[in-house]
């Protein structure tokens, strides 16, 4: 069972940026999906960032409201998918969640990081 769980988060003020770090307990190679959601106090959690492997290679999809200015990366010898932030704002405020899923369809989930933007 594959496992994950998230570095990095804080506080930052409006305009700055922040790494998220996902540490995924086995090879990437293993995974048919990575990426990071988010929950916002009162609302669902969402799509922030999500990788898809393929035949053809690398999928990715961003959420609207974050593209142009989140980007999500994968280091395969490390383990990790990473999440950059930048030009944040206040409505990116949430507890951001670290997400996998194996070839088996079993998904994991880390336990979140909380990123508040002031501003």
């Known amino acids: 069972q594959v496992e994950v769980v998230e570095l990095g988060g804080g506080l930052v003020e409006a305009g700055k940026s922040l790494r998220l770090s996902c540490v995924v307990s086995?090879?990437?190679?293993?995974?048919?999906?990575m990426g990071w959601y988010r929950q916002a106090p009162g609302k669902q959690r969402e799509m922030v960032a999500l990788?898809?492997?393929?035949?053809?290679?690398?999928?990715?999809n961003y959420a609207d409201s974050v593209k142009e200015r989140f980007t999500i990366s994968r280091d395969n010898p490390k383990n990790t998918v990473d999440l950059q932030l930048n030009s944040l704002k206040p409505d990116d405020t949430a507890v951001y969640y670290c997400?996998?899923?194996?070839?088996?369809?079993?998904?994991?989930w880390g336990p979140g990081t909380q990123v508040t933007v002031s501003g």
């Open positions: 990788i898809t492997t393929g035949d053809g290679g690398d999928t990715v």
């Open positions: 997400y996998a899923r194996d070839y088996y369809f079993k998904n994991a």
């Open positions: 086995e090879s990437l190679f293993r995974l048919s999906a």
